[in-house]
């Protein structure tokens, strides 16, 4: 199971360095979600996380702003999977803000309810917190 999951995590990782050379909406970071990850995040609307603790894949389906000047957050729902590497799965909504420092860095935190299906429904609660840079 660990050796499919590393190889399907290379794969992964050649074919989003293939769209960054040819699409300019890529942007990759660190988070804190599977443990310590790396995010890989293409056109803000899908999100790779590959940590310590297993791996994770948001589709952000709906964002928003708070039509104030002076609140510099966006807002976003995405809907999503996760897996530990040992044993766990299961499916995600995270619910997050994210912060444009600059032109090229984003910083976000979200919470996620999660169901755990590993051994029957269990409902959860996650949270992660990142830095992406944007090409």
């Not at 794969?11 to 988070?31: D, I, P, Q, T, W």
């Not at 609140?71 to 996760?82: I, L, Q, R, T």
């Not at 979200?110 to 609660?125: A, D, K, T």
């Amino acid at each position: 199971m660990m050796k499919k999951l590393g190889i399907t995590a290379i794969l992964c990782l050649m074919s989003m360095s293939a769209y960054a050379e040819s699409n300019r909406g890529f942007s990759v970071g660190m988070a804190v979600d599977q443990q310590l990850s790396a995010v890989f995040e293409i056109d803000q609307q899908y999100r790779f996380i590959l940590g310590n603790d297993g791996a994770a894949f948001d589709y952000i389906f709906a964002k928003g702003s708070f039509n104030n000047p002076d609140v510099p957050f966006d807002w976003y729902v995405a809907g999503g999977a996760w897996a530990e590497w040992e044993d766990d799965f299961g499916a995600r909504l995270p619910l997050g803000l994210n912060w444009q420092i600059n032109k090229s860095f984003n910083l976000y935190g979200q919470v996620h309810p999660e169901v755990n299906f590993y051994s029957g429904p269990e409902l959860q609660l996650g949270g992660a917190l990142g830095l992406t840079y944007h090409f």
